[in-house]
């Protein structure tokens, strides 16, 4: 897979996701999540909104620390 970083030059976080939005809101219905849902917010998943795991690769690159919000019901 291709390394993706963020762009220093650029700044931005996000540099793949629905880029043509002003803003990359996501409405997720609490009853639709099963028993647990990891949401992504190191913006590399290929899978938005939702962690692939992605961030483990961005964390190894660039010595970053972020990981998901994991969501679960009781
Ligand atoms: Fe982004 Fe896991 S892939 S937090």
Do not use: L
């Amino acid at each position: 897979a291709a390394q993706r970083r963020c762009s220093p030059k650029s700044g931005r976080c996000n540099e793949t996701i629905r880029k043509h939005e002003a803003k990359v809101v996501d409405m997720i219905d609490v009853e639709d999540i099963a028993e647990k849902a990891a949401f992504c917010r190191c913006w590399k998943t290929k899978n938005w909104p939702y962690c692939d795991g992605s961030h483990g690769e961005h964390n190894k690159q660039t010595g970053d620390n972020v990981g998901p919000v994991v969501v679960k019901k009781k």
